[in-house]
C-alpha cells in the first residue's frame, strides 16, 4: 500500500479565507465586545462628566433663578422641566466630540477604528454607552431642581420615550460632527459656540414667548428649544401645545447624525 503523503496547496495571497465573520451573530458579539471596551474606558471619566451634567442642569435652574425677582409657579415648572434638557446637552453635544477630539490628539482614535469589529458595531456601541451615562445627571439634576422650587411633577409614561430620544438625538448628531469634522480645533469652537447657544438664547427653561419671533422661528428648527418640549410634555400639563412637530424636529436630527455617521464610515477604509 502506497504512503506517498497528499500534498494540497497552499492559499495564494489573492484568495478568500475559508470562514468569512459575518451575520448578525457576528456583529452582535462584536457590539458586545465593543460596549465591554468603551466601558472600561469610561470609567476613568464617568464621574467626571455625570458632576458637570449636575452643574449644568442643577447648576443653571439654580443660576436662573436669580434672574426673575419673584419666581411664581409656572416660572418654577419650567424651570424644573427644562433642567433635564441642560442636563442632556453636555455630554452627547459638547463632551462626546471632545471625547473624539482627545482621541485624535493622543493617537487613539485610527487605533480604534481599526479593531476587528464591524464598523457600524463600534459607531452603535458609542451611541448606547453615551445614551445610558446621560441618564443619571439627568434624573439627579431633575430631583434637585425639583426640591429646590418644591414644584408638582405630572409624570407620564412618555417621560421615557421623551428623555431616550433626546439623548440618542444628541449623542447622534455630536458624535457625526465630531466624526464628520476632521480637525479638532474647528470641532472645539463649534462646541463652545453651541454652549454659549444653548445657556444665553434657547428658551428651555422660560417661555418661547420672551424672544423675539424671528429668533424663536430659528429655534423651532434646531434641537434644543425641542428637546425641552417632548422632555417638559412628560413632566407637565397644559405646558406644551405642539409636541408632535417637536417629536419630528428631534427624528429629522437624530437621522442626521446618523447619516453623518455612516458617510464617515463608509468613506473610512
Not at 431633575?142 to 409614561?157: C, D, F, M, N, R
Not at 418640549?229 to 427624528?251: E, F, H, K, Y
Request: glycine share 8%; charged share 10%.
Amino acid at each position: 500500500m502506497s504512503t506517498t503523503p497528499i500534498l494540497q496547496a497552499a492559499p495564494t495571497a489573492g484568495q478568500l479565507p475559508s470562514t468569512i465573520r459575518a451575520g448578525a451573530g457576528h456583529w452582535l458579539r462584536s457590539l458586545h465586545r465593543m460596549l465591554r471596551f468603551d466601558l472600561r474606558r469610561a470609567r476613568q471619566w464617568a464621574l467626571m462628566m455625570a458632576v458637570a451634567q449636575v452643574f449644568m442642569g442643577a447648576g443653571m435652574a439654580v443660576m436662573y433663578g436669580f434672574f426673575y425677582p419673584e419666581v411664581d409657579e409656572v416660572t418654577a415648572l419650567y424651570i424644573a422641566t427644562g433642567t433635564p434638557t441642560l442636563a442632556l446637552i453636555p455630554l452627547g453635544l459638547l463632551m462626546l466630540p471632545e471625547s473624539v477630539n482627545q482621541q485624535r490628539l493622543e493617537g487613539t482614535f485610527d487605533f480604534i477604528w481599526s479593531l476587528p469589529a464591524p464598523r457600524t458595531a463600534q459607531a452603535t456601541s458609542t451611541f448606547l454607552l453615551y445614551t445610558l451615562l446621560s441618564l443619571p445627571g439627568m434624573v439627579l439634576s431633575l430631583v434637585i431642581a425639583t426640591v429646590l422650587y418644591g414644584v408638582q411633577l405630572s409624570v407620564s409614561l412618555l417621560i421615557v420615550p421623551a428623555v431616550l430620544l433626546c439623548a440618542l438625538m444628541a449623542v447622534s448628531v455630536g458624535f457625526g460632527m465630531a466624526l464628520a469634522i476632521p480637525k479638532p480645533m474647528v470641532v472645539s469652537v463649534i462646541t463652545s459656540a453651541l454652549a454659549f447657544v444653548v445657556l444665553l438664547f434657547s428658551p428651555i427653561v422660560y417661555p418661547p414667548s420672551h424672544l423675539p419671533s424671528w429668533l424663536f422661528a430659528i429655534h423651532q428648527a434646531l434641537p434644543f428649544y425641542n428637546m425641552a418640549v417632548v422632555i417638559r410634555a412628560g413632566l407637565s400639563v397644559g405646558l406644551v401645545s405642539d409636541l408632535t412637530r417637536s417629536l419630528l424636529v428631534l427624528g429629522a436630527w437624530t437621522v442626521a447624525g446618523w447619516a453623518m455617521t455612516g458617510w464617515v464610515i463608509g468613506r473610512r477604509r
